[in-house]
């Protein structure tokens, strides 16, 4: 009877898993859509965060294809969704996009600034999980050539931090108590003899809310940097740190240099430069790093680079193919290592989604890991679709059971010349090839 019952259990997997399997993945263009305008550079974060209060609500930011710098929110529970726009004629760029910090209160505090121009400017709703009201723009810095933002709120320090890349090109920063009256502008990271504007480099953050500020960050552009490396630091009252707690410098003693920092990948070993995607912290506040290698142009690998409290363990998840701007015919590629790109899950950063191109189209795809980088297994988010799906999110802050990805659908050209919208799983519609998996791997256990 046991072995009857067995066989019949066994059956039964294989058959619901074939059925699941029978329904292909969905293309783009049947996902739920956020906004039927927008697009966002990667070096703003958080561009999306999940709030649960009063509403279970994701909130992002976008730029339309006509300049309009615009946040939305999406309602889990009635599946409403509002837009609010924050500025119009901000310049038709998808760097000038937003950043989110969440207050205590469930206010949102908003940061932007156009690709390198003068002035970080930041507002607040008026109402907690509200996006139709705020109040008055704030300057936080009224440099010249100005891009991205990454904000940040410590409770240990009350302080607020955010992060930018300033008019000396390098990563700065400014600080305030009261989110109102800011610091001066400070330069954050730079190596002595690397002052020169093309010199520049990229910078990812993430906090733990309490008391630590993680930062990834590289050489500069891989464009103009062609052993392009990867790095790592962690902030905690008023210090400097690598991974292993070892002290790399003070707020007294600024700008930290690159030379002294973690290097989590070396491109002047290997003669491979590399770009940074994402930085998220695991469940013991270790780092968790993806980035992407170029062996070419045309040869783009993703790399995920996790610390497990000893080393950095570095390795390839996954050939990412080649740029993901539509190149005119007959024109010179201006952007070829704008990967088709990659998030990982803050709330798991086991879970990795990225985009590949898959049958000449850039597809949204399902990366996770049961060993910590060892080994992986996938499954698609969008298949067979009919334009490009690109720049993945998982909203900072949710933790939500099924998959919840936000992503650019369309065409794009170049930062200045796009028609995507905002696609997005939510509850109810992961694909079932992923459910299948999921389900079938308990069952064996």
Known sequence: MQRLLALGTTLFIAVWVLTCESEPPKGGEFYPIFSKDGAWCWFQDPRAVYVEGKNKRTYAGWMTHDGQLQIGAYDHQTGSIQSFTLKKDWDIDDHNTLSILVLPDRRLMVFYARHNQTGLFCRTSLKPENILEWGKELVVSDTPAITYSHPAFLKAENRFYVFWRGPSWKPTFASSADAEHWTQSEILIEEPGHEAPNIRPYTKIVSDGISTIHFAFTDGHPDSEPRNSIY????????????????????GNLPVLPSKSDVVYNGKDTGVRAWVWDIALDAKGYPVIAYTRFPSTTDHRYHYARWNGKAWFDTEIVSGGKWFPQTRAGQEEREPYYSGGMALNHNNPSLVFLSRPINGVFEIERWQTPDEGKSWTSSSITRNSRLLNVRPIVPMGYTGAEDHVLWMHG?????????????????????????????????RR
């Not at 790592?232 to 707020?251: E, I, P």
């Open 232 to 251: 790592y630091l962690r902030y905690q009252t008023g210090t400097f740190y690598k991974a292993d707690g070892s002290k790399v410098g003070n707020m």
């Open 411 to 443: 065409q794009y050209v170049h930062y200045t010349d796009y028609r995507t919208d905002i696609r997005m799983t939510i509850e109810g519609n992961a694909t079932m090839p992923t459910k299948a998996l999921v389900g079938a791997e308990t069952q």
